[in-house]
């Protein structure tokens, strides 16, 4: 390769670990923002009680990703899931995922299913920031493939991937993370 | 209804997920910025030795004139439009966090008469990371 060719490239490791980060992280934090909104007005329209333990627990939690956003990424999240997996039994995600089971029974049904619809989609963001921000899964090229499953087949792909992301495994990681967001934030 | 008060054993298990949860994190930025930095090291190693290649048998003039030589015009089109894109990107970001700074003002001020205990993110009034969370 020339000499400009490696310089095109150094400039292109430039442009992704950095300015593409950047700007996905932005994506990121508005996207959640606009989750947080939405949970607000829910509260708005009287559906939904401010000092709720479910709107509680739900704005922290976003809160917290938001705050701490820029730590989200695949390598941090692998490293986070083998560091967390033998906590013992008593492990706050789980308590996490039970009082938040818990604050949401609580709630109508037509409430429940816009609270954890919420919760589910801030899930699907995070899913989405995790992907396209991962150099490994970019030159894998798994980037790539999901990206173009979401142009061709998108609400295809975003049920599968919300159903990859119910499973027992992975929603346990979810959790911790939730957790991990939520005692931050508050 | 009222949140049950966590118990000691819960508390410091909240605590040490925390602690876990930390170290992971800087485990994970010591790999990630050696995977960056080692990357950029070793393209701007080939880049050297390509430009070093030629020295000896030619000077440092003809060595540049060699390099933009090879660069033809419809190249330099693609590298202004490059350029380009990532400083139209950069000043439309500078714009988008101007606005944020303008509006969050008055959205928390509205908000907190409808939820006084309404939580923040966090974040600076610009929308950044703040720099105690870096």
């Given at each position: 390769m020339t000499p400009i060719g490696w310089i095109g490239l150094f400039l292109l490791c430039i442009l992704f670990f950095w300015l593409y980060r950047d700007y996905r992280l932005d994506l990121l934090r508005q996207n959640l923002f606009a989750l947080r909104d939405e949970l607000f007005d829910l509260a708005d329209e009287d559906k939904l009680n401010f000092e709720h333990r479910a709107y509680g627990m739900l704005r922290s939690t976003i809160n917290g990703t938001i705050q701490y956003g820029h730590n989200l990424g695949f390598i941090e999240l692998m490293s986070m899931f083998i560091a967390t997996r033998r906590l013992a039994t008593e492990h706050p995600?789980?308590?996490?995922?039970?009082?938040?089971?818990?604050?949401?029974s609580e709630l109508d049904e037509e409430t429940q299913r816009a609270?954890?619809?919420?919760?589910?989609?801030?899930?699907?963001?995070?899913?989405?920031?995790?992907?396209?921000?991962?150099?490994?899964?970019?030159?894998?090229?798994?980037?790539?493939?999901?990206?173009?499953?979401?142009?061709?087949?998108?609400?295809?792909?975003?049920a599968r991937l919300q159903?990859?992301?119910?499973?027992?495994?992975?929603?346990?990681?979810?959790?911790?993370?939730?957790?991990?967001?939520?005692?931050?934030?508050? | 209804m009222a949140a049950k008060k966590p118990t000691r054993a819960e508390l410091e298990a909240e605590v040490r997920l925390l602690k876990r949860q930390k170290n992971a994190g800087a485990i994970a930025t010591v790999l990630i910025n050696l995977i960056r930095w080692s990357g950029l090291t070793l393209i701007a190693y080939f880049a050297y030795l390509t430009?070093?290649?030629?020295s000896g048998e030619t000077t440092t003039a003809d060595i540049g004139i060699k390099l933009f030589a090879d660069v033809r015009?419809?190249?330099?089109?693609?590298?202004?439009?490059?350029?380009?894109?990532?400083?139209?990107?950069?000043?439309?970001?500078?714009?988008?966090?101007?606005?944020?700074?303008?509006?969050?003002?008055?959205?928390k001020k509205l908000e907190k008469e409808r939820d006084p205990g309404r939580t923040s993110s966090g974040l600076t009034q610009r929308g950044a990371t703040h720099p105690k969370d870096q």
């Open positions: 995600a789980k308590r996490y995922s039970q009082r938040f089971r818990e604050a949401c609270v954890t619809s919420i919760h589910a989609r801030m899930h699907l963001l995070i899913a989405e920031h995790v992907i396209f921000t991962s150099f490994t899964l970019m030159v894998t090229l798994v980037t790539l493939f999901i990206a173009a499953l979401l142009f061709v087949v998108k609400d295809a792909a975003l159903r990859l992301l119910a499973r027992p495994r992975v929603e346990a990681v979810l959790s911790a993370l939730d957790s991990a967001a939520c005692l931050k934030a508050t | 430009v070093a290649s030629l015009l419809s190249e330099v089109f693609a590298y202004l439009f490059g350029g380009g894109g990532v400083i139209y990107g950069a000043r439309q970001r500078s714009l988008r966090r101007n606005t944020i700074e303008r509006l969050q003002g008055r959205i």
